[in-house]
């Protein structure tokens, strides 16, 4: 079965929509499974920059049929604007499917979303507050309103009258603010509807049928690794699971579906919003990162938090994700650096931990057990193959791939797609 899935191994934002786009020309079908428009997949082609966040970054090129799977949640408003962001940029949109079981996200889950964080004070999760935890939670307690839904006004209106009753108390009760009402809210979601109603389809079919017939599947993940609900640094994550499983669920296909598992992965480590990150570095050295590595989110704007590469995040990575390769990033962000460092092992009370620790305590007060090894300090924005990487930039991937335990096979040197090592060893 010619799939492949590409996921992010570490807090996202590992550059993926790069990748997407170095894999477009092999692809027929490129299907986002899970997560929302919390992502936000930066994509370079030629002189023009997309920041995509719902849309698959395959939407891009003509030849690809975009897919919007049924573990994805959809904001219909946000969506719409998106096509039409890219349609006024002259990229067709009418070639995209989407699934009638994907969620969707109502006005009153963005609302929740930024009431529970302003309520969590100090306990933040630092989310993109645009209602995806909130909806995933009405998904999970089979309350959900889901595409489909908005096919039928009947049914449609059945549903939202369910929820504000329960949230209409939530908002007044709790949180003190205005109800929501529903006229207004029906008349804008079934105004969505018209649009969106020929691009609703089976999509599970679709995808099959593309794998039937020898069709290249690409399987788009968003978020990372620890971000994922049920392996990630809980409850610092999103609510769904961006892990290479999540597409089986999310898409509707087996784990047979995929022979290549490739983790993209960025040569230091960032994460966005709140929770622990043990080689965070607040220092100068994280602000370098910062600065040329250009980290301020693609979704809200927001400074990401950097730090040294995490070999037990990576190795953790690797065995969830059945990696059979890694696509390294950003490796030209570390040319600042006269020394690297690299996280081996965690230390905590006196136990030094190689694998991800079973306990959130323990992961919360890690201390990193760092290697350090000599920087090249050189530009290396211009090397295409293996040889053109100085020494220790050639050693310092071989020591990554050697802790993590997968085969790094590319490095991207630059964010232009043409900024790339192919590796042959
Ligand atoms: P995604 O969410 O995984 O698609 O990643 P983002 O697009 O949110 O963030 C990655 C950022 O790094 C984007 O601004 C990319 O243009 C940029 N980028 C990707 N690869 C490289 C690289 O190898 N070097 C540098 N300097 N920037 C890169
Ligand atoms: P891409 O696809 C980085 C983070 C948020 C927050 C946590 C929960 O671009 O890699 P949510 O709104 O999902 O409930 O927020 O997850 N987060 C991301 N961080 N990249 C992303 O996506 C993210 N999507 C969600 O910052 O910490
Ligand atoms: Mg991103």
Request: charged share 25%; hydrophobic share 35%.
């Given at each position: 079965m010619p799939g492949i899935a590409l996921v992010g191994t570490q807090w996202g934002d590992e550059g993926k929509g790069k990748i997407t786009h170095l894999m477009a020309d092999q692809m027929d079908m490129v299907v986002r499974y899970s997560g929302g428009n919390n992502a936000g997949h930066t994509v370079i082609v030629g002189s023009e920059t997309f920041k995509l966040h719902l849309l698959p970054a395959?939407?891009?090129?003509?030849?690809?049929?975009?897919?919007?799977?049924?573990?994805?949640?959809?904001?219909?408003?946000?969506?719409?604007?998106?096509?039409?962001?890219?349609?006024?940029?002259?990229?067709?949109?009418?070639?995209?499917?989407?699934?009638?079981?994907?969620?969707?996200?109502?006005?009153?889950?963005?609302?929740?979303?930024?009431?529970?964080?302003?309520?969590?004070?100090?306990?933040?999760?630092?989310?993109?507050?645009?209602?995806?935890?909130?909806?995933?939670?009405?998904?999970?307690?089979?309350?959900?309103?889901?595409?489909?839904?908005?096919?039928?006004?009947?049914?449609?209106?059945?549903?939202?009258?369910v929820n504000l009753r329960e949230k209409n108390l939530l908002l007044t009760k709790i949180y003190g603010r205005l109800p929501m009402k529903i006229d207004s809210i029906i008349e804008e979601y079934l105004g969505f509807a018209d649009r969106l109603t020929p691009l609703i389809v089976d999509s599970v079919s679709v995808v099959h049928e593309a794998l039937e017939d020898g069709k290249n599947v690409l399987f788009e993940g968003a978020q990372?690794?620890?971000?994922?609900?049920?392996?990630?640094?809980?409850?610092?994550?999103?609510?769904?699971?961006?892990?290479?499983?999540?597409?089986c669920t999310g898409a509707g296909v087996g784990p047979k579906a995929v022979d290549r598992i490739i983790?993209?992965?960025?040569?230091?480590?960032?994460?966005?919003?709140?929770?622990?990150?043990?080689?965070?570095?607040?220092?100068?050295?994280g602000l370098e990162m910062v600065q040329r590595g250009k980290e301020f989110g693609a979704t809200t704007g927001r400074q990401r938090r950097c730090g040294w590469f995490d070999a037990v995040i990576g190795r953790y990575s690797a065995r969830l994700n059945s990696l059979t390769e890694i696509f390294l990033t950003k490796l030209d962000v570390l040319s600042a650096f006269d020394s690297i460092k690299i996280c081996t092992a965690y230390q905590y009370n006196g136990q030094k931990f190689e694998n991800f620790p079973?306990?959130?305590?323990?992961?919360?007060?890690?201390?990193?057990?760092?290697?350090?090894?000599?920087?090249?300090?050189?530009?290396?924005?211009?090397?295409?193959?293996?040889?053109?990487?100085?020494?220790?930039?050639?050693?310092?991937?071989?020591?990554?791939?050697?802790?993590?335990?997968?085969?790094?096979?590319?490095?991207?040197?630059?964010?232009?797609?043409?900024?790339?090592?192919?590796?042959t060893i």
């Open positions: 395959g939407i891009l090129y003509s030849h690809i049929v975009p897919v919007i799977g049924p573990g994805v949640v959809v904001d219909p408003k946000v969506l719409l604007d998106e096509m039409d962001a890219l349609e006024a940029r002259g990229v067709a949109t009418d070639r995209l499917v989407i699934s009638g079981n994907a969620h969707v996200i109502m006005p009153y889950h963005r609302e929740i979303d930024h009431l529970t964080e302003r309520r969590l004070g100090k306990m933040k999760l630092g989310t993109t507050k645009r209602g995806i935890g909130p909806c995933y939670a009405d998904k999970a307690s089979r309350i959900g309103i889901r595409v489909q839904d908005l096919l039928d006004p009947k049914i449609f209106t059945a549903k939202l009258e990372g690794t620890l971000l994922d609900l049920d392996h990630g640094t809980y409850p610092f994550v999103t609510s769904s699971n961006p892990i290479a499983g999540g597409l983790g993209v992965t960025k040569a230091y480590i960032t994460r966005v919003g709140e929770g622990p990150f043990p080689t965070e570095d607040r220092g100068s050295d079973p306990h959130q305590t323990i992961f919360h007060h890690a201390e990193p057990i760092y290697e350090e090894m000599p920087g090249w300090r050189s530009d290396i924005g211009g090397a295409r193959e293996w040889d053109d990487l100085p020494e220790n930039a050639q050693n310092y991937v071989r020591r990554l791939e050697q802790l993590v335990g997968a085969p790094i096979t590319d490095i991207s040197v630059g964010p232009e797609a043409t900024e790339v090592v192919r590796r």
